[in-house]
């Protein structure tokens, strides 16, 4: 199974920036999408960005124009470029991938999550 490690969270003040980083084993040419969610404590996991193998991106509404989602194939990185951070992004990160491993099964991986806090 593919393992994904989240790096990147951090405690910011409002208006700060992070960078958030998905670290794959393995080359990431095999992912045909991966995405960025969050989740918040007693809240639902929601979708934050998408990005194809390709590289065409989608955002959730509430982060557009403050969010840049990208990868890396040769380092077998993903990032999230956080700016205009705002205290309603506070939140545990988490990196999904998923891979067709035969035809119509594909195979969907989580990292562990990595925590951002937005306080003053």
């Known amino acids: 199974q593919a393992q994904l490690v989240e790096s990147g969270g951090g405690l910011v003040q409002p208006g700060g920036s992070l960078r958030l980083s998905c670290a794959a084993s393995?080359?990431?040419?095999?992912?045909?999408?991966m995405g960025w969610y969050r989740q918040a404590p007693g809240k639902q996991r929601e979708l934050v960005a998408t990005?194809?193998?390709?590289?065409?991106?989608n955002y959730a509404d509430s982060v557009k124009g403050r969010f840049t989602i990208s990868r890396d194939n040769v380092r077998n990185t993903m990032y999230l470029q956080m700016d205009s951070l705002k205290p309603e992004d506070s939140a545990a990160y988490y990196c999904?991938?998923?891979?067709?491993?035969?035809?119509?099964?594909?195979?969907?991986?989580w990292g562990q999550g990595t925590q951002v806090t937005i306080s003053s």
């Open positions: 393995g080359n990431i040419f095999r992912f045909y999408v």
């Open positions: 999904n991938s998923k891979e067709v491993v035969r035809t119509a099964s594909i195979a969907d991986y």
């Open positions: 990005i194809t193998r390709g590289g065409s991106a």
